[in-house]
T-cell receptor, first 112, second 114 residues
Framework: EDKVVQSPLSLVVHEGDTVTLNCSYEVTNFRSLLWYKQEKKAPTFLFMLTSSGIEKKSGRLSSILDKKELFSILNITATQTGDSAVYLCAVGVTGTASKLTFGTGTRLQVTL | EPEVTQTPSHQVTQMGQEVILRCVPISNHLYFYWYRQILGQKVEFLVSFYNNEISEKSEIFDDQFSVERPDGSNFTLKIRSTKLEDSAMYFC????????????FGPGTRLTVL
């Protein structure tokens, strides 16, 4: 059974701090790893990492994929209160369906 | 920016009733999905749909569930006889051909079964 594990489960930081969120996975036929931000409802796409793109950066957010050790990290620098959300890691597999298997998420709270 | 839309945002129903959840995927997308998230739990895959047929379904997606693309824009999830444990947030997602697994999610329908 495919498995995605995220840590920590929750995190409280002060505005301006840097945070690192972790995601490890065990799946058959890995294709890609995706990070989503979930505030109130829908997961919002952040990054997709694949064999041909193991490092991504967008503003204060960056992510790397270690395909050998089967994990990914999501870094957020200079955190802001607007970064408060649940961050979801999901893994996609090869095949027509390409369903996503999600982790439980990391709840990040950024305080003033 | 194009987005996935879902209606209704909240549906309350009595146990045993049928419900239909509606989704309008992004217009040039060809792969469609339903996921659900029970309160406090992880997002779970239910079913994927491509070329007017189911590509894959999970163990959760039993005979009580069905999906349909009745026209060129809507994608629906029907639950025939709802149970209390069907209470969850249901997300529709879509992706375009060749976009690997970059799925875009709708805002969800919160289903409450009483």
């Amino acid at each position: 059974e495919d498995k995605v594990v995220q840590s920590p489960l929750s995190l409280v930081v002060h505005e301006g701090d840097t945070v690192t969120l972790n995601c490890s996975y065990e799946v058959t036929n890995f294709r890609s790893l995706l990070w989503y931000k979930q505030e109130k409802k829908a997961p919002t796409f952040l990054f997709m990492l694949t064999s041909s793109g193991i490092e991504k950066k967008s503003g204060r957010l960056s992510s790397i994929l270690d395909k050998k050790e089967l994990f990914s990290i999501l870094n957020i620098t200079a955190t802001q209160t607007g970064d408060s959300a649940v961050y979801l890691c999901a893994v996609g597999v090869t095949g027509t369906a390409s369903k996503l298997t999600f982790g439980t998420g990391t709840r990040l709270q950024v305080t003033l | 920016e194009p987005e996935v839309t879902q209606t209704p945002s909240h549906q309350v129903t009595q146990m045993g009733q049928e419900v239909i959840l509606r989704c309008v995927p992004i217009s040039n997308h060809l792969y469609f999905y339903w996921y659900r998230q029970i309160l406090g739990q992880k997002v779970e895959f239910l079913v994927s749909f491509y070329n007017n047929e189911i590509s894959e379904k999970s163990e959760i997606f039993d005979d009580q569930f069905s999906v349909e693309r009745p026209d060129g824009s809507n994608f629906t999830l029907k639950i025939r006889s709802t149970k209390l444990e069907d209470s969850a947030m249901y997300f529709c997602a879509s992706r375009e051909m060749g976009a690997y697994n970059e799925q875009f999610f709708g805002p969800g329908t919160r289903l409450t079964v009483l």
